[in-house]
């Protein structure tokens, strides 16, 4: 810690910072918990064997994001259980203050959200749910920051309208 080095970012401190919000974020994509857990184990592996490439912090949190939204992305294409073939977890079992209304809700907002085109979900999850600033989020996304908002814009329409038309 003591000296400068070109090793990358310290991988046990960026797992410490950003691990929480990496599970939340493949939460918007991944009904099993157990599975969003082992996507973002994998995509700290896949940043460690690249770390040497990745020199400054909020990159390699960048390159984080963008790894859990692509395995999430995957996950879902092929169906998967979970990257160590575990049974299915059980749902989360609800806090005691969070009543079957709410539930739904929150479901209903996340349905609507995987309806939305990948790049507006995308968009939409990390500006909202993660906190991103515009420009964290085209860092994450290969995208430039006009782009970005233009998503954000189309995906918040398409949410209302989601949305509305369940009510």
Sequence with gaps: MGHADDAGPDIVELFAAE????????RFYLDDRTAAEDLVQEAFIRLSRSAG??????????YLRSIVINLARDHNRRGLVSLRHRPPAQP???SAEED???RAERQEVIEALRSLPRRQRDCVTLRYYLDLSIPDIALTLGLSANTVKTHLQRGLAGLAQTLEGTR
Excluded: C, F
């Design 19 to 26: 691990a929480a919000s990496l599970t939340r974020l493949a």
């Design 53 to 62: 490439r990745i020199r400054h912090g909020g990159s390699a949190a960048a």
């Design 92 to 94: 989360d079992a609800p």
């Design 100 to 102: 079957a209304s709410s």
